[in-house]
C-alpha cells in the first residue's frame, strides 16, 4: 500500500500517540500482513532515538496453539512477552488478521485456561498504564478479512480506515488535539457526577461514577480514537442491556446478546448466536460477569458497524461496556481475566440521564458541547 498517508500514520503513532523518546525500548508487535506500516514505524522510533523491537504474529500459530498445547503450555508465559509487558516503556500493537474467524473451532475451555494464566500479567500491565510508567497505543491495517468483514472492497475499507484515524489528512495531530479539547469539556461536566442512567432499544440500565475518573480518549493508545470512558462502581449496575451489534471475543462473533444485572453482576445471559460460548466466557473467573468500563462513542467518521471493534466502540452516537477488567486509572476496582466489549447504537431514540439531566440524546451531547 505505497501512500504517502501510510508516513503520515506512522507518525502520528510514533511522535504523537506514544511519544517516544530517545533511548525508550519500544515493542511493536504486529501480524505479518502489516509490515509496510511496520517498517514506517520502525523507521520513525529510529529517529525518534528509541530502540525498536519487532515481534511478528504469524497466521494460524495461534489456532495450532490452541490445537496442541497441553495444560502446562496453555500456562506457560514467555519470558520476553513478560520481560517487555513489565520494563519497556513504549508498546505498540498493530492487528491485521488475515482470518478473523481462524479460533471459531477452538475449544472455549482452552481459551479460558490460558487467559487465566495470562490474567497476572495484564494487571501489571494495566496498573503500569495507568501510572505513566508504560505507554501503549493499539492500531488496525487494512486486511482482506477486515474488509469482508465490514462489507467492503478492500479500496474501499482502506478509505475508510484513515477516515477514522486522519479524518483531517493535513494536521492529524492538530485533528486529534481539537479532539481532544471537546472531550475535555464533557469529561469537565461529568466530575463529580454520581447516577447514570440508559434508555434505548430493549435497555434500562442504571449504574454509579461516584467518585471514579473518566478518560479522554483523544488518539493517545487507540488509533483511531474518539471516546470517553470510566470504570463503574462495581456492584452498581443494575437492569438490562440489549447490545444492538454483534460482539466478537477472541474470533468468535456471538449475536443478539442480552444481559440481565443485579447489584453489579450479570445474573442472566441469552443470545442468539453462539450463546455456550458466552455463558462460558462469564464464568472465567469472578470478575468476569462484572463491568470494567462504561464509554460514549465520539467518532464522527465511523459510523457503519465493521465487526472490527477498535472502530465499532468509537462509532459517534453508541455507548459500549466491558465485561470483566477495569482501568485502574478510572478508580476501577475490576479485576478479570477478559474484558469484553459490547455495543448498543443511541442514534434512534437512545438517551443517557445523568444525575437526572439529560446528558445525551439520538447520539448527541446535550451539555457541555
Not at 514505524?41 to 515481534?55: C, K, M, R, S
Not at 486486511?143 to 469482508?148: G, H, P, R
Not at 468468535?252 to 444485572?261: A, I, K, N, P, S
Request: proline share 4%; with cysteine.
Amino acid at each position: 500500500m505505497a501512500d504517502v498517508r501510510l508516513e503520515k500514520w506512522a507518525d502520528l503513532l510514533v511522535n504523537y500517540s506514544l511519544e517516544v523518546k530517545p533511548r525508550e525500548r519500544v515493542m511493536i508487535r504486529a501480524d505479518w500482513l502489516a509490515e509496510p506500516l511496520v517498517k514506517a514505524v520502525y523507521a520513525q522510533v529510529l529517529q525518534a532515538g528509541g530502540y525498536p523491537f519487532i515481534f511478528i504474529d504469524i497466521p494460524e500459530t495461534r489456532e495450532l496453539f490452541f490445537k496442541y498445547a497441553n495444560d502446562d503450555q496453555l500456562t506457560h508465559i514467555s519470558e520476553p512477552m513478560q520481560l517487555a509487558m513489565t520494563t519497556y516503556e513504549c508498546m505498540l500493537r498493530i492487528i491485521a488478521d488475515e482470518n478473523t474467524r481462524a479460533l471459531n473451532n477452538v475449544d472455549p475451555l482452552k481459551v479460558k485456561k490460558n487467559a487465566q494464566a495470562l490474567r497476572t500479567l495484564q494487571e501489571t500491565y494495566m496498573a503500569r498504564a495507568a501510572s505513566g510508567d508504560l505507554r501503549w497505543s493499539l492500531t488496525a491495517y487494512p486486511t482482506q478479512a477486515y474488509a469482508q468483514d465490514a462489507d467492503m472492497s478492500l479500496a474501499a475499507y482502506t478509505e475508510f480506515l484513515y477516515g477514522a484515524v486522519m479524518p483531517d489528512a493535513n494536521d492529524p495531530v492538530g485533528y486529534w488535539r481539537r479532539v481532544s479539547a471537546h472531550q475535555e469539556r464533557i469529561i469537565q461536566w461529568l466530575k463529580g457526577k454520581k447516577s447514570v442512567h440508559l434508555l434505548g432499544k430493549g435497555t434500562d440500565l442504571r449504574l454509579s461514577i461516584d467518585g471514579r475518573v473518566f478518560e479522554n480518549c483523544d488518539c493517545k493508545k487507540n488509533v483511531p480514537d474518539g471516546e470517553v470512558f470510566t470504570g463503574p462502581v462495581e456492584d452498581s449496575v443494575e437492569g438490562h442491556v440489549s447490545f444492538s451489534y454483534p460482539t466478537i471475543y477472541q474470533g468468535r462473533e456471538v449475536t443478539g446478546v442480552h444481559l440481565e444485572f443485579s447489584k453489579g453482576k450479570v445474573v442472566k445471559a441469552s443470545a442468539d448466536k453462539n450463546e455456550d460460548f458466552l455463558l462460558k466466557t462469564l464464568d472465567t473467573d469472578d470478575g468476569s460477569r462484572y463491568v470494567g468500563e462504561f464509554a460514549i462513542g465520539t467518532n464522527e467518521g465511523i459510523q457503519q458497524f465493521t465487526r472490527q471493534i477498535l472502530f465499532d466502540e468509537k462509532i459517534g452516537g453508541s455507548f459500549h461496556m466491558a465485561l470483566g477488567a477495569g482501568y485502574p486509572e478510572t478508580g476501577s476496582r475490576a479485576r478479570s481475566a477478559i474484558h469484553w466489549d459490547m455495543i448498543c447504537d443511541l442514534r434512534d431514540g437512545g438517551q443517557i440521564w445523568v444525575d437526572d439531566v439529560l446528558f445525551y440524546e439520538n447520539g448527541k451531547f446535550k451539555v457541555a458541547a
